[in-house]
């Protein structure tokens, strides 16, 4: 960290906190690289089209000279431009030289600090501090980058005096040993190793690198040496330069079909296990002093904690295909949300019994018995599913009279089956409780998920009906939370009605002011 002289212009009135930081100079560094790292792709097409374009490499030298100049000047202007302070009653930082932007975020809107360490920052030593507000992200304050002993300081005197502790000064020079090994310390509920890793990413089959290839294919098709969209040239090169291969029969062509699928499917598997690995490695979930620690990442780290007292809901998810072995994911749906996601996941890939403790430690025990669960409205679901086949059929009709074959028209009419099938699931598999402590719902068809919400830690409840609801007597219930909406659509209206009450009492006989230690609710 870096003083700034005190004749800065400060646009936020002063509170007699502490000196104003720069961020590391080393930051001027990482943010050049990623700058540059933005520009790769035009830097692709200058290196190996500048011959075709310059007809000679001296422009094209001189252009990536150019950029990494400029991007270098950038970087040093932001770094010289920002500062911050954490103050006596908020964190401030400020931006700019023409035009000075201030930002200030008092302690109690602060949920919680998590650190985060991309490649480039990482390799420097640096990390991104973020301080989360639970507003979606639009209120954030991030600085990036300081050292990772520097956030780990700013994390631990954030959280001090957003929780109101006493001897905020001595722990702004500096904290004790204890009190660092504290931050440290925790129990582990849960942690992947690598084969595990790979195991998870078998699940996660994708073929997101075909879309990649095809899409740079296709901006970059000028600076290949033949048409790849040519389907008859493509015949050509893969019969062989005699075209020793054309002759093939109808073997030898099903040999080649299932050799390219399974080439295909080698890469999907190879792309879902290296998307897991690197964005999951090192995952550790821990019972630490000041909440749940998650840390993970390969290439880029993250370092969160979670407060107990701060978990609204969990979810546990799952989909077809991993249920039949028993895999299952955690998530919490927490008051300290970041904007990239609306669940920080505890234990992605993982069995009931790994789960089950972890929940319990979050004060969501998982049911013992049988809730008494509740279906939603059958006239609900019947109303989706008749819109739907309305739609197909109109669209069969007019497909059967544009092509003047009946075969487009059967398509559409399978296509309303399934839809018709698709509703009857639904309303059989999908599921609503209320408990003492908690209201619960099971919900989806290929993901399956069940969600546990505290009823007084929820901010709100709403009862939203439309006319065709209010016709054939179902509603939806909206419950607040601080990552979005826990939605039961097309609930009977006196179920949504019981639900809204009871959750709204729960809410109204609740002391806020002491709800930390509200988070030990009793199983249903």
Avoid at 42 to 69: C, D, E, K, N, R
Avoid at 239 to 252: H, I, K, N, Q, V
Avoid at 284 to 296: I, S, Y
Wanted: glycine share 10%.
């Amino acid at each position: 960290m870096t003083s700034v002289p005190d004749n800065v212009p400060d646009n936020v009135p002063d509170d007699g906190g502490g000196d104003w930081l720069r961020l590391d100079p080393l930051s001027v560094i990482a943010r050049a690289l990623i700058l540059l790292r933005g520009s790769a792709f035009f830097l692709v097409v200058l290196i190996f089209g500048g011959q075709q374009m310059f007809g000679q490499a001296i422009p094209t030298v001189s252009i990536l000279l150019l950029i990494l100049a400029a991007n270098m000047g950038l970087a040093v202007y932001e770094w010289r431009v920002t500062r911050y302070r954490i103050g006596t009653s908020d964190v401030r930082m400020e931006k700019g030289l023409v035009s000075r932007a201030a930002r200030s975020v008092p302690y109690e809107r602060i949920q919680d600090v998590s650190l985060e360490q991309a490649l480039i920052p990482r390799l420097l030593g640096l990390a991104e501090v973020r301080f989360e507000t639970g507003a979606g992200g639009k209120d954030e304050l991030k600085l990036a980058y300081v050292q990772m002993a520097e956030g780990e300081r700013l994390r631990r005197a954030v959280r001090s005096r957003a929780e109101g502790a006493e001897g905020t000064e001595s722990r702004e020079a500096g904290e004790t040993t204890q009190e660092a090994a504290d931050d440290e310390a925790g129990e582990v509920l849960f942690a992947m190793d690598l084969p595990r890793l790979v195991t998870f990413g078998m699940f996660e089959f994708s073929l997101v690198v075909f879309a990649v290839l095809l899409g740079a294919a296709q901006q970059l098709d000028f600076l290949l040496p033949f048409d790849i969209w040519d389907v008859e040239g493509w015949g050509g090169r893969l019969a062989g330069p005699d075209e020793y291969l054309s002759g093939l029969d109808m073997l030898g062509r099903t040999v080649g079909v299932v050799t390219a699928l399974g080439g295909i499917a080698v890469v999907g598997f190879a792309t879902g296990i290296f998307r897991t690995v690197q964005r999951d490695y090192g995952f550790v979930l821990e019972d630490a002093p000041r909440g749940f620690r998650r840390r993970r990442g390969l290439f880029t780290r993250t370092d969160v904690v979670m407060p107990r007292h701060r978990v609204q809901a969990v979810t546990v998810s799952t989909r077809v295909l991993r249920k039949l072995f028993g895999w299952h994911g955690l998530s919490f749906i927490s008051l300290a949300q970041d904007s990239r996601s609306a669940n920080h996941d505890v234990a992605p890939f993982a069995q009931m019994e790994e789960i089950a403790p972890i929940a319990r430690a979050a004060g969501f025990p998982l049911p013992q018995a049988v809730p008494d669960w509740r279906r939603p409205s059958g006239a609900y679901f019947f109303v989706r599913a008749l819109v739907g086949i309305m739609v197909c059929i109109v669209g069969g009709v007019v497909a059967t009279a544009i092509v003047g074959s009946i075969w487009p028209g059967l398509g559409f009419v399978a296509l309303a089956a399934a839809l018709a099938v698709r509703a009857y699931y639904l309303w059989r598999v999908e599921r609503h409780a209320l408990g003492a402590a908690q209201v619960l719902s099971r919900r989806g068809w290929l993901a399956p998920r069940l969600t546990i919400a505290s009823r007084i830690k929820l901010h709100s409840a709403q009862v939203a009906q439309g006319p065709l609801g209010h016709w054939l007597g179902y509603a939806d219930l909206n419950l607040g939370l601080a990552g979005g909406v826990l939605s039961f659509r097309g609930l009977p209206r006196e179920d949504a009605e019981a639900m809204r009450d009871a959750v709204l009492e729960s809410i109204a006989a609740v002391d806020f002011a002491r709800l930390e230690g509200a988070n030990q609710a009793p199983a249903i």
